[in-house]
């Protein structure tokens, strides 16, 4: 945080809570489609209602490959079901642990926060959801703006 320097005892206005809400996202590096799914929380189940998202958005006769973290929940057992059904049509791929920049959403999650939630103060976590909800809701459709963050051609 910046504060110019006549300013001696600057006030930062913040909600005193602790709540998160949880965000899926996936961006197609063929047509910088973005797909999201909102939950209360991150887990497996959670997980596994997203990939089942992005399979009903996947292209007929194509494969999938989701470039993931090593999160708990993404190696859950839970999925092992859904993982052997659709073997064909979805690979997971993990990157190394500790490199989460190597990840293209990453760069998304960046943009996002800045774009809805840098320098403005939310009253209550469902102002902060809203903002952050009509950001990425811009990139709903294929554009060029995440193409060329996420470094597709």
């Not at 190394?96 to 800045?114: F, G, H, M, N, T």
Request: hydrophobic share 45%; aromatic share 10%; net charge positive.
């Amino acid at each position: 945080m910046w504060v110019p320097p006549e300013i001696k005892d600057p006030v930062l206005w913040h909600a005193p809570v602790r709540k998160s809400v949880a965000c899926f996202g996936a961006v197609s590096l063929k047509t910088g489609k973005f797909i999201r799914a909102v939950s209360d929380h991150f887990n497996a189940r959670t997980f596994e209602y997203f990939l089942k998202k992005l399979l009903r958005c996947r292209a007929r006769g194509k494969r999938m490959v989701i470039i993931l973290d090593n999160a708990r929940y993404h190696h859950a057992i839970l999925l092992i079901p859904l993982l052997k059904k659709y073997r064909h049509v979805l690979r997971l791929l993990f990157l190394p642990p500790y490199s989460p920049q190597l990840a293209p959403i990453e760069r998304v999650w960046k943009l996002a926060r800045r774009l809805a939630t840098h320098n403005q103060y939310f009253a209550t976590l469902g102002a902060m959801v809203e903002a952050a909800m009509s950001c990425l809701d811009r990139w709903r459709k294929p554009n060029c703006a995440l193409r060329k963050l996420c470094g597709i051609n």
